[in-house]
């Protein structure tokens, strides 16, 4: 038979990536549709997903786009971009981050594919690598203790203010912002306030006294570069019982007194110019550091040293019982994710240099600076600083847009205060030439009157040496250890081998969607065009952004029914707060400002709560039936009992049991028809993308996870982004920003719910990736990706169910794109916990699932689309081979508390032991299938004890013998 000739058109690769995301083939994708008694893969859709919220038109999404022509279009989008040389600071910087970091870490899929290390004996690299960051930021700041970072700067001090009023003494509802403090943060801290009942003063520290306040946010150095003597300000603040916080620029800190020092309460900043790109405004890891006794206060999240079940050293994440997962509407913040990858390259900047590095490089910044301080005085103008870092204020009269402009003509962005004054930031990046340039913006005839050397030969420092640091800084021997490449680079290595990521197993985690991070997708991390802009620079010279950002808010909104999108959180928990103030300012609006009753299923993730109680709402649980599936009579009754206070229904769609809830329309009209709004969490998106529109199934405002859904690497624990969309009737009410205009197009005369995140986009320089994503898959790819999830998630099901119980199944007794297995019962046969199989996993060379949520003592699966049929087997038959463990201590042939369980994980130090003492043979307990034995994980430590860690909490390095 002639094979039919085939035209151009089809010899064309438009669509290869899809089969390269999608991990099972076409043959592999037949057996598991064969598994599960289907004839083809789109049977997936009819036996598991309810007919109600299936789109009935087609995407508009353009075709599928190659590799190639992303690469190509994501160039011609860069080209767009000037992006000049910045000299606007207000916390953002250049920086060079070191190319051994670069290739290492940021490069390196075994640092950013790696989940939140609550596994703590299969994240001992990235626990150290936070542990370094968090020594990093005490040494710094002066402070007892610091947390494994946060957002941003602006949601850092957010976070302070809360923390303010818990751990004071003050009965005040004032907070005191210093006038000089950044206008991002103090936007941030205004919307945060809001719902909290605090009222905010910005005013100068001078009138500090005037005000009962219970705490004061300080700027140091000021936003305008001034270095005061913040040791008078926070002693007058405890004087009026109110908690004194910093807000600290880290490479100032290396030259300046620490705010400890200064009797700080808490200290923050932003890490940012520690080697991270300024990204357009992220993403960035943000530092908090507290006193020691208020570190069970402090938000976000700490690495703590414990040790294992030998007693050797072990790290972990303390403090664990702060989690909003569990805590709920009892928390005190909703951070969930960090910022850890961010953290993670800012530690090992400082690493890689030492402290002597970091005081040339600090050194010069301020140099450099008196320098153009001096010139600029030479050439007639006024400062308005006396004592500064790196950054001056200067009195232009009437000049300073034709300044600017001037300065604007060689590629280097002023900051314009107003039109009598002008800001200059220098940093790591700033050159000789660069000072030259801007002399000659600010006279022509600067050539001739000022010479930089002569001016460096007369400087006289600013800096008085009761502000000046006198201590040293960075004593550990981590700091001091790598500075040569060679010892880098290993050193890196090494922490990363301690590690599981997605380089090394498939990560089987429920809701948390651990899928493929494609190298193409994240090239764009790299351009130049996107990672050096500053967040703050003129729109016409960030054209590129501006595209991407409308071709992105197309595609979500095509992709979920709604009108609008903000890009602006920067985390799902962010996400979801946004979401709760868009939906309370539209009833405000509207003379509704009385609602505060939100519903919440008791299923929820745990931020639901949580961020619902920072929007100022009450929450009210709803049941949930044996089905896991809201229970619609409870629904009803609630939201009758409360319908003249009911704000919204917070729910997770699918459920956050793993199924498709059938009666998700007939929910989302209870609420509307009592007057509530629905707010539907988007962590699940990942089965609905392509095959059902959440605005279409009733929802008026969703957040997305794009670190989920749309392919955003987790980085261990952070960057996320937390996008929302929503309806007509809530655009106008999306953030805005107190810098950059326009950031809400459909804005208007009511306001909007003000600013979320320090950045007017978020963490704008990861959306490259989403936007490739989507790009590269195209309508087909979407759908297709979804039912291969959801398939997988079945199948998996449909392999393990004789050995473990589904705990809930939805249309036709399937799951959705996630299964959740039972434990209890084996748990009450024989003692072996949820804790136990995770453990035991790790001997298998696998991450666990998540474990106990939402339901105790059950672990949740999802497999995604990316992961093939083969690892999916590797992962079953590890379970499968546990289970039989489980039986054998069951029937009486293995111990009760001394078995493979019990004792896992198996480390190679129990190789070197003299006499081997376990009831079980070394095979059964390192090499329990011989899949893995030419690629043996081994776990660098035992299990970690917990209560020990939290009993004898110690946050930083451990001494070195």
């Not at 000659?440 to 050397?453: H, M």
Request: proline residues 4%.
């Amino acid at each position: 038979m002639v094979a039919t000739r085939k035209s151009l058109e089809q010899f064309e690769m438009r669509g290869d990536f899809i089969r390269r995301h999608i991990g099972p083939d076409r043959r592999q994708i037949a057996q598991m549709v064969d598994e599960l008694g289907l004839s083809r893969l789109e049977d997936i859709i009819e036996r598991a997903i309810p007919d109600s919220i299936i789109v009935k038109d087609a995407l508009s999404l353009t075709h599928t786009i190659s590799e190639r022509e992303v690469i190509t279009r994501l160039r011609k989008m860069r080209e767009r971009n000037q992006v000049f040389t910045s000299m606007i600071g207000m916390g953002y910087h250049g920086t060079v981050m070191p190319a051994v970091i670069k290739r290492n870490v940021l490069e390196n899929p075994g640092w950013y594919t790696a989940y939140t290390p609550y596994q703590a004996e299969i994240s001992q690299g990235r626990l150290e690598a936070l542990l370094n960051f968090q020594q990093m930021i005490s040494d710094l700041t002066g402070m007892e203790v610091a947390n494994a970072s946060m957002l941003d700067e602006a949601t850092a001090a957010a976070e302070a203010m809360s923390m303010s009023k818990r751990i004071g003494k003050s009965p005040s509802k004032c907070y005191f912002v210093d006038q000089d403090c950044h206008p991002q943060t103090i936007a941030v801290v205004k919307t945060r306030a809001k719902y909290f009942g605090y009222e905010i003063i910005v005013a100068d520290t001078e009138d500090l006294a005037q005000y009962d306040v219970f705490g004061v946010l300080l700027q140091y150095p000021g936003t305008g570069g001034e270095i005061r003597d913040i040791a008078k300000i926070i002693s007058r603040a405890h004087a009026q019982s109110a908690v004194a916080t910093v807000a600290a620029d880290i490479l100032a800190l290396v030259l300046l007194k620490a705010p400890g020092a200064m009797d700080a309460d808490i200290v923050l900043g932003n890490s940012q110019r520690f080697g991270v790109a300024m990204g357009y405004g992220g993403p960035h890891a943000a530092f908090f550091a507290t006193r020691k006794k208020f570190v069970r206060s402090m938000p976000g999240r700490v690495i703590g040293v414990s040790i294992d079940n030998t007693g050797a050293v072990a790290l972990r994440m303390a403090l664990q019982t702060r989690e909003q997962h569990i805590r709920r509407e009892k928390a005190t913040s909703n951070i969930c994710t960090s910022q850890v990858l961010l953290a993670v390259i800012a530690g090992f900047y400082a690493i890689y240099h030492g402290p002597g590095g970091l005081y040339l490089i600090a050194s010069r910044v301020h140099r450099l600076t008196q320098i153009l301080a001096a010139g600029l005085q030479g050439l007639g103008f006024d400062l308005v600083n006396e004592c500064f870092f790196d950054t001056i204020t200067v009195r232009v009269q009437s000049r300073a847009r034709r300044i600017a402009a001037k300065a604007r003509e060689s590629r280097i962005n002023l900051r314009v205060i107003d039109a009598d004054t002008l800001g200059i930031s220098f940093d790591e990046t700033t050159t000789k030439q660069e000072l030259k340039l801007i002399w000659r913006a600010f006279g022509s005839d600067a050539d001739e009157r000022l010479d930089i050397d002569e001016l460096d030969k007369s400087i006289e420092e600013n800096i008085p040496s009761s502000l000046a640091r006198h201590d040293a800084i960075l004593t550990h021997p981590v700091f001091e250890l790598y500075h040569c490449e060679t010892e880098m680079m290993r050193y890196m290595r090494w922490l990363a081998r301690r590690d599981i990521a997605l380089d090394r197993a498939m990560i089987p985690l429920g809701s948390c969607t651990m899928k493929l991070n494609a190298s193409t997708e994240l090239q764009a991390l790299s351009y130049r065009e996107f990672s050096a802009m500053h967040p703050f620079a003129p729109l016409d010279q960030a054209q590129g952004y501006q595209q991407m950002f409308e071709e992105l808010e197309d595609m979500l909104c095509d992709l979920t029914g709604f009108t609008a999108f903000s890009l602006q959180p920067n985390a799902g928990s962010q996400g979801e707060y946004a979401g709760l103030l868009v939906i309370r300012k539209h009833q405000d609006v509207c003379g509704e400002g009385h609602r505060h009753i939100c519903l919440i299923p008791a299923s929820a993730h745990g931020t639901n709560p949580a961020s619902a109680v920072m929007a100022g709402l009450q929450v009210v649980i709803v049941a949930c039936d044996e089905n896991g599936n809201v229970d619609l009579d409870d629904l009803k009754s609630k939201a009758k009992t409360h319908q003249a206070d009911l704000s919204a229904l917070m729910i997770t769609y699918p459920s956050t049991h793993g199924v498709y809830e059938e009666a998700i329309g007939e929910i989302c009209d209870i609420v509307h028809a009592n007057g509530g709004q629905v707010y539907m969490d988007g962590a699940n998106m990942n089965a609905l993308v392509g095959l059902s529109r959440p605005a279409e199934i009733g929802a008026d405002v969703m957040h997305i996870n794009l670190h989920k859904t749309f392919a955003i690497p987790h980085g261990g624990g952070g960057p996320g982004m937390g996008p929302i969309g929503v309806k007509v009737h809530l655009a106008p009410y999306l953030p805005e920003h107190p810098v950059v205009d326009g950031v809400n197009p459909a804005a208007g005369g009511n306001g909007t719910i003000g600013t979320v995140s320090a950045a007017p986009w978020g963490s704008a320089s990861i959306l490259s990736i989403s936007w490739a994503y989507i790009a590269m898959m195209g309508a087909h790819g979407l759908r297709r990706a979804t039912m291969v999830a959801i398939l997988s998630a079945n199948y998996i099901a449909k392999r393990l169910a004789p050995w473990y119980p589904i705990l809930y199944t939805g249309k036709n007794d399937m799951v959705a794109h996630e299964c959740i297995i039972d434990l209890r019962d084996i748990k009450e046969s024989c003692g072996i916990t949820v804790d136990d199989v995770a453990k035991r996993l790790i001997d298998y060379g696998f991450h666990a699932p998540t474990m106990s949520f939402p339901v105790a003592d059950t672990l949740m699966i999802e497999p995604t689309e990316s992961e093939n049929k083969r690892e999916m087997d590797r992962f079953c038959e590890a379970m499968i081979a546990i289970r039989k463990e489980i039986q054998a201590i069951e029937k009486g042939e293995a111990g009760s508390e001394d078995n493979l369980l019990k004792n896992a994980p198996h480390t190679h130090k129990l190789l070197l032991e003299d006499e081997w003492t376990m009831p079980y043979s070394k095979r059964e307990a390192f090499y329990p299938m011989t899949n893995i034995r030419d690629d043996k994980y081994w776990p660098p430590v035992g299990r970690v004890d917990n209560v020990y860690g939290d009993r004898n909490l110690f946050c930083k390095c451990v001494p070195m013998m």
